[in-house]
């Protein structure tokens, strides 16, 4: 059993997977070509490029490897109904949160790290694309208030040029309006225009 207590990226990991899902089942099946808040990439193409990150998060916590499929575009991962190709792929990963092995420490691109420090990419990743899809169609989608800080945790020990830019998780950081709100200040953090 999970202990969330010690391990935030697992709780912000499963409600995460209920906000992105949330998301998406409000969407018309004309709304996955509608641009997304993502430069360059359709609601369709957020949505594939997620669950191969969250096929990564349920290979972590599995203790596994994982394997990133090769495709032209994130949307040409996904089959079918998008929200029946979404739902399978949550359902295994709250099947294998369930029983992982937070601590295990696993080989990495960049050391040796535990399972629950590389679920907090996946993590944040269900946060900000629920909003990457909702925002643009007028769907709220709020960043809880822990994200904030668990974010700067896991990215700012990270140099800038590793993770802004063309390679990087985000793009160069937007200046908030005065006035922000909490998921309106984060999301220019990413790289966003908060209210684009």
Do not use: K
Not at 96 to 116: C, F, I, K, Q, Y
Not at 147 to 175: K, M, N, T, W, Y
């Amino acid at each position: 059993m999970t202990d969330r207590a010690t391990h935030p990226s697992a709780d912000l990991f499963d409600r995460g997977l209920d906000a992105f899902g949330a998301v998406i089942v409000q969407l018309s099946p004309g709304d996955w070509d509608h641009a997304s808040a993502c430069e360059g990439w359709t609601a369709l193409d957020v949505l594939g490029h997620l669950g191969n990150s969250i096929r990564m998060g349920t290979s972590f916590l599995r203790g596994e490897q994982p394997s990133i499929p090769d495709a032209d575009r994130p949307a040409d991962l996904v089959e079918g109904d998008p929200v029946a190709w979404w739902q399978p792929i949550a359902a295994e990963a709250r099947a294998a949160l369930a029983t992982a092995d937070l601590d295990l420490e696993m080989d990495t691109p960049m050391g040796r790290r535990s399972v629950a420090d590389r679920l907090a990419f996946p993590a944040m990743d269900l946060w900000v694309h629920a909003w990457d899809i909702g925002h643009p169609l007028g769907i709220e989608a709020e960043i809880p208030a822990e994200l904030e800080e668990f974010s700067h945790h896991h990215i700012d020990p990270f140099p800038v040029e590793v993770v802004r830019g063309p390679q990087g998780a985000f793009g160069p950081e937007v200046e908030p309006p005065a006035d922000a709100t909490l998921t309106e200040r984060y999301m220019a953090w990413t790289g966003r225009d908060p209210r684009g």
